[in-house]
């Protein structure tokens, strides 16, 4: 079992940030709640560390160790904007809960509100945790419509736990009520094979994640693939505990969880060769899943002798 001090104790350095810039902005599509398919971008601001240590994580890099300055989110916001192209949607992603007021001062909402006011729908991301009166308050300022990210990770009762996320299948059940009472929509990260699950277990315990996610009352469910890199799951991977699971579980994840019909279910799709051992057929898979992306559709199986049930054990 490992606790914050053993997570934290196996990191490598931070990455140097600047705290008046995001560490980076990219502008993706997405099919948008209304059915369409259009341009969303993503800033990924730089600011204070998560204060969970999530076994699985790796945000922290790209973090400062001390709150950032009053006013430092929304130059952030200005500066990126400035930069991109002209969009309607946009996720301000934080590297921790957008709600966390040590991350984001509560004193910049107003600003940040102001600067967000012509987009369609902002999308922020939080932990259960962090769920509460301020969202809505924040909510209040914003014209466009606030969307919240929230990550169940898995249900597995005993991996949940495991992945120091100091959360319960309740808390987020409570905090996906609490958002859909008061009329902002949700949406649920889900892990594909996080680790001590076979590959096979992994693809199960998503396909439950989503279905729970769904019942909770999330609009949409975003599956990511787990990968190493974080220095606790690098030592997990290299003990046998962890193995990167395998893009035919997340087309399968992806076909399952589009089959429901409950609403958008996305694949995260960034670095999908880590995910595949065959360089026959990854972009035709890499395609195929952005497609189902777009489309909330199930399109035609790719054919491709890696599909062996020895592939996939
Ligand atoms: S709550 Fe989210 S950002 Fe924070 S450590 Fe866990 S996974 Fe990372
Ligand atoms: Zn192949």
Redesign the pocket.
Known sequence: MFDDQCIVSQRGNKNSVDPQKPYGWIVEQERTIKGKIEETGIIFLTNRE?P???L??D??KNTTDEPVALGAIPHQIEWALEQMPEIKHLKLYN???FFDTKAVPEADYKKIASLLKNFETVIVES?PKLINERCLHFRDMLKPELHIAV?LETVHPEILRKLN?QMTLEDFSNSIGYLTKYGITARAFILLRPPFLSESESIYWAEQSIDFAFNAGVECCTVIPVRAGNGAMDYLLEKGDFNLPDIHSLETVLEYGIGLKKGRVFADIWDLGLFSKCNKCIDQRTNRLINMNLRQKIVSQINCTCDSPKANN
């Open positions: 998560c969970f240590h999530c699985m994580c945000l922290w590297s921790g809960s932990h990550g996320k």
